[in-house]
């Protein structure tokens, strides 16, 4: 168990539907990162926070937004959804300001858009 | 931004043989290195990790090799186990206090046969 979790741990959906997808870090990590694992393909980075604000962007899609929390945890949210959101998203923390970079991945949330 | 190669995609050993993945990356300001090791449905977990002042780090039965020149970096497993079948991702990042931002390779899928 990394301690970051991750909820719900399974999602199904229609197209067009939205979704929130909710993270909580590790106690103490200031660092929320999120990416997108799809079938046969590697982890795409979409996002990262850190202590509330929007520090690093990737891959992520217009429609897909996310936000962190007073209370440091994170939430996705993917709008508009369509058949190639299907994927794995997971979740991770790391502590800042220490020279190892351990990223401490969640147990992923599984969505399937129908 | 960052490009990671991994190769191979797919990796077949017999039990007790050594395996070894190979990545490159672009960006020469890199300085994480990152091994993900992730078994079916689960979480990617870090296996070991190099920062750039260093050429080699060992764990156990695992290695890793970084050519700042050359922009490559590769793992070495010795004595493979059963218990080493999964996929691993190797990544890298530019790391700073506020965190690091991961691009993955796109895998290796090791298969360790009894």
């Known amino acids: 168990d990394s301690g970051v979790t991750q909820t719900p741990k399974h999602l199904i959906t229609a197209t067009g539907q939205r979704v929130t997808l909710r993270c909580s870090p590790r106690?103490?990590?200031?660092?929320v990162y999120w990416y997108q694992q799809s079938l046969d393909q590697g982890l795409q980075f979409l996002i990262q926070?850190?202590?509330?604000?929007?520090?690093a962007k990737g891959n992520i899609l217009e429609r897909f937004s996310a936000q962190q929390f007073p209370d440091l945890h994170s939430e996705l949210n993917l709008s508009s959804l369509e058949l190639g959101d299907s994927a794995l998203y997971f979740c991770?923390?790391?502590?800042?300001?220490?020279?190892?970079?351990?990223?401490?991945f969640g147990p992923g949330t599984r969505l399937t858009v129908l | 931004g960052e490009n990671v190669e991994q190769h191979p995609s797919t990796l077949s050993v017999q039990e007790g043989d050594s395996a070894v993945i190979k990545c490159t990356y672009s960006d020469s300001a890199s300085n994480y290195f990152p091994w993900y090791k992730q078994e079916l449905g689960k979480r990617p977990q870090l296996i070991i990790d190099?920062?750039?002042?260093?050429g080699e780090k060992k764990d156990q039965r695992i290695a890793v090799t970084l050519n700042k020149t050359a922009k490559h970096f590769s793992l070495h497993i010795t004595e493979t186990q059963p218990e080493d079948s999964a996929v691993y991702f190797c990544?890298?990042?530019?790391?700073?206090?506020?965190?690091?931002?991961?691009?993955f390779g796109g895998g290796t899928r090791l298969m360790v046969k009894p």
């Open positions: 990544a890298a990042s530019i790391k700073d206090n506020a965190g690091n931002m991961l691009t």
């Open positions: 106690s103490g990590d200031l660092s």
């Open positions: 190099i920062r750039s002042n260093v």
């Open positions: 991770a923390s790391s502590v800042e300001g220490r020279a190892t970079g351990e990223q401490f």
């Open positions: 926070y850190y202590n509330g604000e929007e520090r």
